[in-house]
């Protein structure tokens, strides 16, 4: 069985900064990609940022600039540094994981989402 479990989340006021991280768990022999997705109420789950197992980030137009992932394979955990947060922001942030289970197979494994709030 595998799990994500993301920490870090909070209220902020705008202009601040906060991270959040996420760490996988279970039997699983690596970890392809891995990403940062948000809801914000009334709206569709939006691709944030996501990071390669060798390292390459891609991001949302939105919070380019602001925002870096970054991953620690040896603690199988991503990070989500964000800066100069907006009140658009606000948002669950959910981490996302392709896992590698061995016998070719895969699991694209979720975390249970950490709250993130912008406001003054």
């Known amino acids: 069985q595998v799990r994500l479990v993301e920490s870090g989340g909070g209220l902020v006021q705008p202009g601040g900064s906060l991270s959040l991280s996420c760490a996988a768990s279970?039997?699983?022999?690596?970890?392809?990609?891995m990403g940062w997705h948000r809801q914000a109420p009334g709206k569709r789950r939006e691709l944030v940022a996501v990071?390669?197992?060798?390292?390459?980030?891609n991001y949302a137009d939105s919070v380019k600039g602001r925002f870096t992932i970054s991953r620690d394979n040896a603690k199988n955990t991503v990070y989500l540094q964000m800066s100069d947060l907006k009140p658009e922001d606000t948002a669950v942030y959910y981490c996302?994981?392709?896992?590698?289970?061995?016998?070719?197979?895969?699991?694209?494994?979720w975390g249970q989402g950490t709250q993130v709030t912008i406001s003054s």
């Open positions: 996302n994981a392709d896992l590698n289970l061995g016998y070719g197979l895969g699991s694209d494994s």
């Open positions: 990071i390669t197992a060798g390292g390459s980030t």
């Open positions: 279970g039997s699983f022999v690596g970890i392809n990609d």
